[in-house]
Structure formats: structure tokens, C-alpha cells
């Protein structure tokens, strides 16, 4: 069941009312759930039970330290991708050694410090990162657990801009290499061969796709095992999709269980990562009607949220739900596109959406808590908006709204 649900004509986050939070905190403004973070976490590891497993908050997806304590609390890893997720992590209490660190440009620095706190794999992206993970891990006397990330050259049938498995992506080594790089591997100083990771992108609403890939991964892993290169682990990365808009998803388990399925009596211990549908559903974004606009072939709501603040609409033209907090309204229907203050044609949240509003009216985005407050961005000098998690009939600031005189700390004038 949603945690954004309407009470008494107004919407609430859990217990707490949304127009209460935003007279209180002003808008731009996240709102989160725990409950259902904590919920879409439990959908993971209850699915895989007693089967041998770590799942892995993708922390881009969403890296507020409540959000990754919530998780932490209830023995959640992370998969990261640089060191100041990692040190996010370790701030928000996450266990290190629950760790997967992804990414295809892992630095030297990066790969210490990972080594330093215990990582419990690096997924490793090519070969010169390989030699790179070899070198730093003998320098410092230490031995990397590690992962290839295969490319298996699978179309994920998302949004181009998502997609991560095709070989015309960046990601991974392609799949028919993958055999003498783990040889190679597994004859370097400083590694550790322990499992083999695949992600093949993003907003993934069928099971097929995860599937051929996985086929090609178990015949990988047949392949090493003969040539006496052992698997403990497959990671199958992230992926699965959220209803948006009118998407129906597979659901964690209907996904876990096919894998199961697939994996018959192989009993390899299972990572995912999950972003997008542990958090999408547990946000939303608040914003105000500034004014309206009304033009002879358009009519405008201009919104005091922008893509500065939630960019997915301006990037991949995603769409998402938007709301009026308030259920009861005399205003006539009209329809809006719903566009912000940043001077950009294409700064919008919504286009064509039929509402009923005036000015001060507050509007919720739905399905933000991912990839929302993380891509949001100081374009147009325009201060971060504050976070809020909301826990039952409490609302605790998770993140504060950035200053204006933050904006600039750090920067100087030249010297006279
Ligand atoms: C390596 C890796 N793991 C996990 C994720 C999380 O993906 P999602 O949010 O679709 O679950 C991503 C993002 O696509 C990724 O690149
Ligand atoms: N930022 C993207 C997802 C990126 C996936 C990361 N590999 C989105 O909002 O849909």
C-alpha cells in the first residue's frame, strides 16, 4: 500500500500532512517514507529467504544519510560507485564489508580507501582497471575480493539513456572476453576472484531481459568453473522497474523467483542491487503554484520546483504523477504544463496535465525518491531543496535547504 495516501481531502506522507510540512519547511521539498523504504527493502530479502544473499541499496539512486541508516538498521549492503558514497555509507552506519563497489572509472585513491575499510567486492568494469586494482591492493599488502562486470550485450528494452548492457555501452567487458580476463585475474598478485556481476540497466518492467542475460552469465560461470575459476557469487545489479505511469512491473518476487528457477540446483550466493524500486515510490517531490498563465494556446503553471531540483523530466522526458496536495478544489479544469523558474525551454516537471489549481496551491510529484534529490543540481545559483523523512505521525530534516550564501562558499574573487 502507498505511504502517500490522502486523509481528510489533504495528502499525507504516513500520518503527517504534506501541507503542514511544507508551512513548516517551505517548498521545494522531498518527502520520504521509511516505512515504505523499509517495506520495498523487506520485498528483496524476503523473496530470497533462506537462499544465500546480500542486497545492495544502488545508494545514486538515493544517498540522504536517513535513507541509508533506514536501510543499514535493517542489515541492508550497498552498492556504490565512488568514495563519497562510500563514506556516506560508513556516516549513515552501513557495514563496509556489505559493500559493492561498481563504476567504470574506480581510482587509485578510490581503491584504497575501499580496501582500506573491507569492501566485500569490487566489481570491476575492465582490464586496465583490473591491473589498477592489482597494483594498489599489492602495494598495500592487501588482497581485493573481485567481480568482472560482463557486458552480455542484452537489450534491456528501457530508455536508451538507461540502458547499460548493449555493447555499444560504456559498462562491463564484453561477455566473450570475460573468459581470459578472469584467467588473467586469476593470476594477478592482490586479487581474488570471487564472483561474477552483470547489470543491464535501468526501468526494466519485464523479466525476459534479466533472464537472457542471466543465461549468459550461468554459461560463463560453466565455462570458468572448467577451466578451475570458481564462482562464489553472482550479482545481478539492479534494474527492476516502478510503475510510473501505467508500467506493471514484475515485482521483487515474481523476478527473484524466476532467477531461482533458472538457477535449478545451483547454489551460488545472490547480490542485487536495487535503486530505482526501493525508492522511487518512497518519495515524493512538494512544490508550490507560483502563478498561472493562462495564453490563448497554452496554459502555464509556473511551479517553484524546477529541473534544477528533479531533472528526469528535462532528461529523458520521463513522466511522473503530479498532484494537488489539496483533494477539493473550485477551480476550473484546465490543461497545464507545469514549468519551473530555471531559463530553460525545457525546464518542465509536466506537460499536458489536466488540474485544477490557483496560485498557492501545492502540487506533489510522485514516485521521486529516486534519482531525484541525488541528480539535483546549483544551476541558475537556486539552492538544493531540504529532505524530510517522515516515520508514522513524525517528520524528521534529513537535509537542510541550501542557503544562498552557501552557494558560493569556497569561491573567491581574483586577487587584487
Ligand atoms: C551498476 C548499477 N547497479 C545498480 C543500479 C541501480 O539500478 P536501478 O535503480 O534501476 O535498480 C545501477 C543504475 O542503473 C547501476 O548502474
Ligand atoms: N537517472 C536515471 C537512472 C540511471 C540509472 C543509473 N545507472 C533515471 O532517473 O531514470
Not at 398 to 406: N, W
Request: with cysteine.
Amino acid at each position: 500500500m502507498s505511504a502517500f495516501l490522502y486523509q481528510n481531502g489533504s495528502l499525507h506522507a504516513e500520518n503527517v500532512s504534506l501541507t503542514a510540512l511544507a508551512k513548516e519547511h517551505g517548498t521545494p521539498l522531498y518527502v520520504y517514507s521509511r516505512s515504505a523504504f523499509e517495506q520495498a527493502y523487506l520485498a528483496y530479502t524476503v523473496a530470497l529467504g533462506e537462499w544465500p544473499h546480500l542486497v545492495c541499496f544502488a545508494v545514486k539512486t538515493n544517498s540522504n544519510l536517513g535513507v541509508l541508516n533506514t536501510l543499514a538498521r535493517l542489515g541492508a549492503g550497498f552498492d556504490i560507485v565512488s568514495i563519497g558514497e562510500l563514506e556516506r555509507v560508513i556516516a549513515a552506519g552501513g557495514d563496509p564489508s556489505k559493500v559493492v563497489f561498481s563504476g567504470v572509472g574506480k581510482q587509485a585513491h578510490e581503491m584504497q580507501r575501499a580496501l582500506e575499510v573491507g569492501v566485500h567486492c569490487f566489481n570491476v568494469e575492465s582490464e586496465a582497471e583490473l591491473e589498477r586494482l592489482s597494483a594498489v591492493a599489492s602495494e598495500l599488502g592487501k588482497t581485493a575480493p573481485v567481480s568482472l562486470r560482463v557486458n552480455p550485450d542484452v537489450d534491456a528494452q528501457t530508455h536508451p539513456y538507461i540502458s547499460t548492457g548493449l555493447k555499444d555501452n560504456k559498462f562491463g567487458i564484453d561477455i566473450n572476453d570475460a573468459v581470459r580476463i578472469y584467467e588473467k585475474a586469476a593470476g594477478l598478485p592482490g586479487l581474488n576472484v570471487k564472483g561474477v556481476d552483470c547489470h543491464i540497466g535501468s526501468q526494466l518492467t519485464e523479466i525476459d531481459p534479466f533472464l537472457d542475460a542471466l543465461d549468459r552469465v550461468l554459461a560463463l560461470v560453466d565455462e570458468l568453473s572448467g577451466r578451475g575459476i570458481t564462482i562464489e557469487h553472482l550479482d545481478l545489479g539492479g534494474g527492476l522497474g516502478v510503475r510510473y505511469q501505467d508500467e506493471q512491473p514484475a515485482t521483487p518476487a515474481e523476478y527473484i523467483a524466476a532467477v531461482k528457477e533458472r538457477l535449478g540446483d545451483r547454489t551460488f550466493k545472490l547480490i542485487f542491487e536495487p535503486g530505482r524500486s526501493i525508492a522511487a515510490n518512497a518519495g515524493v517531490f512538494l512544490t508550490q503554484v507560483e502563478f498561472l498563465k493562462l495564453n490563448e494556446h497554452k496554459n502555464f503553471a509556473i511551479i517553484d520546483g524546477a529541473m534544477n531540483d528533479l531533472i528526469r523530466p528535462a532528461l529523458y522526458s520521463a513522466w511522473q504523477a503530479i498532484v494537488p496536495v489539496s483533494e477539493t478544489s473550485a477551480e476550473p479544469e484546465r490543461t497545464y504544463d507545469l514549468v519551473g523558474p530555471v531559463c530553460e525551454t525545457g525546464d518542465f516537471l509536466g506537460k499536458d496535465r489536466p488540474l485544477k489549481i490557483a496560485a498557492g496551491d501545492l502540487l506533489a510529484v510522485m514516485s521521486a525518491g529516486a534519482y531525484g534529490f541525488v541528480m539535483a543540481s546549483n544551476y541558475n545559483s537556486r539552492g538544493r531543496a531540504a529532505e524530510i523523512m517522515v516515520d508514522g505521525d513524525k517528520a524528521f530534516v534529513v537535509r537542510e535547504r541550501e542557503t544562498v550564501a552557501s552557494l558560493f562558499a569556497g569561491e573567491s574573487c581574483l586577487p587584487d
